[in-house]
């Protein structure tokens, strides 16, 4: 089945401690963007990758880190948590980095940063 | 329509009538749109799309209106079922050689009432 899977789906951490969300899809898709949806505010882009290696800021870069050293894999870092990092993030897959393809989103992980 | 805020507007329908949900966009170099479902617990669902050379696109009981004078994009849901009920986020899509970013809307609760 063509997915994009997120892990963990849900995470409760301490202000500081290292963590990572990892982010996978199996269509080959050469685009993938990571997304914090806080109430009120809709989706708002942290990070995107147009491809291997290729790595962009999106709206809310700040305290976020990303790598893209395979095609399959977009992983979110925050090194140093802090409480208004509590989101719901997604990660969306899309086949190409030009437009007009459709995004594919994962279904979700719930960050609480206490 | 749009909504700056932790309340998002919300759309009441009865079943089987036509349901309307507008959206502002703010980038007048976007050149793909795009209307997102998304239902409780779940990543948002692609819709339909329009590109921005085009003024409406038909999908199946869906409709998408694109006016570039007002930067104004509405989603027009025919027959509206209680399937339906979700919250409704519009995107632009900016791309570039060398960006490709996504902006979306803070969304449109759809309520259906059977």
């Known amino acids: 089945e063509a997915q994009v899977t997120q892990n963990p789906r849900y995470l409760i951490t301490v202000t500081g401690k290292k963590l990572t969300v990892t982010c996978s899809q199996n269509m080959n898709h050469e685009y993938m963007s990571w997304y914090r949806q806080d109430p009120g505010l809709g989706l708002r882009q942290i990070y995107y990758?147009?491809?291997?290696?290729?790595?962009d800021k999106g709206d809310v870069p700040e305290g976020y880190k990303v790598s893209r050293k395979e095609k399959r894999n977009f992983p979110l870092i925050l090194e140093s948590p802090s409480p208004n990092q509590t989101s719901l993030y997604f990660c969306a897959s899309k086949k190409g980095a030009g437009a007009f393809y459709e995004q594919y989103f994962g279904p979700g992980t719930r960050l609480t940063v206490t | 329509g749009e909504s700056v805020g932790l309340h998002l507007p919300t759309l009441s329908v009865q079943e089987g009538d036509n349901s309307i949900i507008n959206c502002a966009y703010s980038n007048s170099a976007s050149d793909y749109f795009i209307w997102y479902k998304q239902e409780s617990g779940k990543g948002p669902q692609f819709i339909i799309d329009?590109?921005?050379?085009?003024d409406k696109r038909q999908g199946q009981r869906v409709t998408v209106l694109l006016n570039k004078t007002v930067k104004h994009l509405s989603l027009q849901i025919a027959a509206t079922q209680p399937g339906d009920s979700a919250v409704y986020f519009c995107a632009e899509n900016w791309v570039s050689s060398d960006f490709n970013k996504f902006y979306f809307g803070s969304g449109t609760k759809l309520n259906v009432k059977p």
């Open positions: 329009i590109r921005s050379n085009m």
């Open positions: 990758s147009m491809n291997v290696e290729v790595t």
